[in-house]
């Protein structure tokens, strides 16, 4: 995903980004979103970034999946 994200939401080391993608088919426009899911952690001095969950991740996973949804059905409503 080499663009930027229209929004970004974080906790205690999970993060999720939306992206938006303006796609055209038949000759009409529209907007698709997509998440990326992702947690940071630190090897020895290096932080680095993980798609890997752990099992106590899940919780925040979720909370930040709600919060995307929250922010993408406002999206919607505009």
Not at 15 to 29: C, I, R, Y
């Amino acid at each position: 995903m080499g663009n930027k994200p229209i929004k970004k939401f974080s906790a205690a080391g999970i993060s999720l980004a939306v992206f938006e993608k303006e796609m055209e088919k038949d000759g009409n426009k529209f907007k698709v979103q997509s998440m990326n899911l992702q947690r940071s952690y630190k090897d020895g001095d290096e932080w680095k970034n993980t798609n890997s969950l752990r099992k106590q991740d899940l919780p925040i996973a979720i909370m930040l999946l709600v919060k995307a949804q929250e922010h993408l059905a406002n999206i919607k409503e505009e």
